[in-house]
């Protein structure tokens, strides 16, 4: 009986240590998972749309906004041109012969969607008017198909041409005359100016005024209200009371 009493007492004697071999503040309690964040900010979802590259803004060629007048009324065609030219084919002769006869070639810059025979025909017609240039004080004008034998050469150009091949800043508006140059703006010859109301005559004028300052005509101003403006007055900026007039045989003087 003791010796029994004495094996029961043994055995609890182990399972008591066997219960109590490792506190349970040690046992290796798995930490519970962190919960997933969000979308981590440095890796977009799967399922997030990839902000695409910035698309070109409507280019000027396109014409979104760029037939619409600015703040002074001028309209602008945005028109990019590609530095290279077509040169007429066309010859003219001069409607008289006088003392000095002024050989001139037309060119056109490529990317303006402007043909340059089409062009050459309306400026020959100009030159060649009775109301123009033409007989006055011994100016007459032959259209030639060979740049290198033109005494001067017409450009209708972008406005960003127009600017580089200008002497002064004509902030990619205005035309000038450059030498034995004369720079037209293809948005003046698209476009006019708000001083004018007729295109046909606005083209004559840009055409006469240029070249008026290649024969050696300065600017002059409105001689008195109700005239017709001088066509060396600066029409396509003011008038100051005076009419419009793309002809200097019909000016108010």
Not at 41 to 58: E, N
Not at 158 to 175: A, E, F, H, I, N
């Amino acid at each position: 009986m003791a010796m029994l009493l004495g094996l029961v007492l043994l055995g609890l004697s182990s399972i008591m240590r066997g219960c109590s071999s490792k506190p349970a503040e040690d046992q290796a309690v798995p930490a519970p998972a962190q919960p997933p964040s969000a979308t981590p900010s440095a890796t977009p979802s799967p399922s997030a749309t990839p902000t695409p590259s910035a698309s070109p803004s409507v280019s000027a060629s396109s014409g979104s906004d760029d037939d619409q007048p600015d703040a002074q009324g001028m309209k602008h065609t945005g028109l990019t041109g590609k530095g290279t030219w077509q040169t007429a084919t066309l010859e003219v002769a001069p409607a008289k012969k006088t003392v000095a006869v002024h050989r001139y070639a037309v060119k056109v810059e490529d990317g303006t969607k402007l043909k340059a025979n089409d062009v050459a025909r309306q400026v020959s017609g100009v030159l060649n008017d009775p109301r123009g240039w033409t007989g006055h004080q011994g100016h007459s004008f032959q259209l030639v198909k060979d740049a290198s034998t033109a005494e001067f050469t017409i450009f209708l150009a972008s406005p960003g041409r127009t600017q580089k091949m200008c002497p002064l800043d004509v902030k990619m508006t205005w035309s000038c005359r450059s030498g034995n140059n004369v720079l037209l703006n293809t948005d003046r010859w698209l476009y006019m100016t708000p001083t004018y109301t007729d295109l046909t005559a606005y083209r004559a004028y840009m055409v006469n005024h240029e070249v008026g300052h290649f024969i050696g005509k300065d600017h002059v101003g409105c001689p008195a209200k109700g005239r017709n403006a001088p066509v060396m007055m600066q029409q396509s900026k003011r008038i100051d009371g005076c009419k419009t007039n793309p002809w200097p045989t019909t000016d108010g003087k």
